[in-house]
């Protein structure tokens, strides 16, 4: 019994070391870290689609842009066709007022990763929210489920 009751109390002190050093370490420049922000909101920063539905955007609408988050070797590699890369660690110098004149003009813009956990598109769309565009699109299931359905990519195999 008493080992029991040091075990719990050693680990409520490293969690208490452990949690202040945390709060007291610099943000990792998360949108809503120390900026007043909420964190992003599906209907108010974002759509979820799923990719037949992007594909038939990204066919049937002549201004129709794709962001591609993942790192520039796996865009090199594949991506959707017409697809423009965007870094969210790089995304104020990216976010040119001509880059953004066009993402305003554009009929659609889509936000795509590389696997279904789309944290940073959901972080990009919220700092495109931001600065003005309408909501965009997150693509459910990423890059993954855009090949995973069999629809176009421009690029060699990744």
Do not use: C, K
Request: aromatic share 8%; glycine share 12%.
């Amino acid at each position: 019994m008493r080992g029991a009751f040091r075990d719990a109390a050693l680990l409520f002190a490293a969690a208490l070391v452990l949690g202040t050093a945390a709060n007291l370490l610099p943000g990792r420049g998360l949108a809503w870290w120390g900026q007043g922000h909420q964190p992003p909101r599906q209907g108010v920063d974002f759509s979820l689609i799923d990719p037949g539905s992007a594909d038939a955007m990204l066919t049937s609408l002549p201004h129709a842009i794709f962001l591609d988050t993942r790192s520039p070797a796996d865009y090199a590699a594949a991506h959707i066709p017409h697809a423009q890369r965007v870094s969210y660690a790089d995304i104020d110098r990216q976010l040119t007022p001509e880059r953004l004149a066009e993402l305003r003009a554009a009929d659609a813009v889509v936000i795509y990763g590389a696997s279904e956990e789309t944290d940073v598109e959901q972080l990009v769309a919220q700092e495109l929210r931001l600065r003005g565009l309408a909501p965009p699109y997150v693509l459910a299931g990423g890059f993954g489920g855009w090949q995973g359905v069999g629809l176009p990519v421009e690029g060699g195999a990744p």
